[in-house]
């Protein structure tokens, strides 16, 4: 008889193993894949059944299998596992409910959250955008259609023209970057119009301090070009405006070590244009446009050229003429970095 139950168990034990062998592969509780109940396995497998033999007669071969599959049995069996007969229906349902889903992931796979996207860099941010040089920048990247923020102390110019609501403008100051960092995020290029005439002390820490915070912080954020507004020297002696100069070369070199890929230096002579003054407007043209026009003739140029008085005559520049071409400057990435005389100013603001 126990040789007889031992034969049976045989016939059972391949779907029993292929059930309960894939569900433990794939980390899942495999009691709902029991077919047979304690039942059914005790009546064949008597308790006398062992490895030990059966009245007095060796099992067969691989009879190590049998008992861990009779062990195997006994625990599916503690649990509510129902009885299905091998071979039937039922039993066919059982087992494939039991087998994962080839598009379900397996159960103990962890949720995978997707990561937050970067913000997209549109926007530029105009450091000084109520001056004169500044404002007219403001304007042009407007008339673009770019999206444009502008950082001053003051906030927004006293004039009503249209362009003006159309720029978010940030009351901050330079030197102080936790109050102004977080306007940084979704901007793709920063333009500096900082600057001042004063004493010494005055112009470095306005022309030089001021604006090598802003690249800083710039760089810091992430932003990857920055146009600044400098001032091209002209050749004079260095005891003039020595505050001025240092400083703007100051920034300068700031620019070179923080954003050697995009920084751009703008080194005009004068900008001329309409200036506000409080409720007065100063038509800087007349004197600047003429100078303009002789300095960039044939005649200008030859001069330009000559040794000494050569670097004397640098042609003045439009206002708007250089907010068109910071403007390109700052969202390009096609415009190199580097230095810019007011020759290669006027041709970017050509393209």
């Known amino acids: 008889m126990a040789l007889l139950a031992v034969r049976k ?37 008597p308790s006398h059944a062992e490895p030990s033999g059966t009245a007095g007669m060796p099992l067969a071969a691989g009879s190590e299998g049998f008992s861990f599959a009779r062990r195997e049995f006994a625990a599916a069996a503690s649990g509510q596992a129902q009885v299905f007969a091998p071979g039937t229906e039922a039993a066919d349902k059982a087992r494939s409910a039991s087998l994962p889903s080839s598009s379900s992931p397996p159960q103990s796979a962890a949720k995978t959250v997707p ?33 444009v923020s502008s950082l001053n ?18 009351r901050g100051n330079v030197f102080e970057p936790p109050s102004w960092r977080h306007s940084l995020k979704d901007v793709q290029g920063v333009i500096s119009c900082v600057g001042a005439f004063g004493s010494y002390e005055t112009m470095k820490r306005v022309c030089g301090d001021a604006n090598v915070t802003a690249v800083n912080t710039a760089a810091e ?70 100078l303009e026009a002789i300095f960039k003739s044939s005649a200008g140029k030859w001069v330009h050229g000559l040794p000494l008085v050569g670097p004397l005559i640098v042609p003045p520049i439009n206002v708007e003429t250089l907010a068109k071409a910071a ?11 580097g230095i810019m005389d007011v020759w290669q100013i006027s041709r970017l603001a050509e393209r």
């Not at 007219?136 to 999206?147: P, R």
């Not at 920034?251 to 001329?272: D, N, Q, T, V």
């Open 9 to 45: 168990a045989r016939l059972l034990l391949p779907s029993f193993l292929e059930v309960s062998g894939v569900a433990r592969s794939f980390g899942i509780d495999s009691s709902p894949t029991r077919l047979i109940s304690s039942s059914l396995i005790s009546r064949m497998l």
């Open 115 to 147: 990561a937050s996207a970067p913000p997209v860099r549109d926007r530029l941010l105009v450091i000084g955008g109520n001056g004169f040089v500044g404002g007219h920048i403001c304007k042009a990247a407007v008339e673009k259609g770019y999206k």
């Open 153 to 170: 102390r003051s906030g927004p110019p006293q004039h009503s023209e249209s362009w003006v609501k159309h720029v978010d403008w940030i």
């Open 221 to 290: 954020e992430g932003v990857k070009r920055f146009v600044f507004i400098s001032a091209a020297d002209m050749g004079l002696p260095t005891f003039v405006l020595r505050g001025y100069f240092e400083g703007k070369r100051e920034a300068e070199r700031a620019i070179r070590e923080k954003l050697p890929y995009g920084g751009i230096i703008f080194r005009p002579s004068f900008i001329h244009g309409n200036r506000r003054v409080g409720s007065l407007t100063l038509p800087l043209g007349l004197v600047g446009s003429p």
């Open 327 to 337: 403007v390109l400057a700052a969202k390009n990435n096609v415009v190199p970095p």
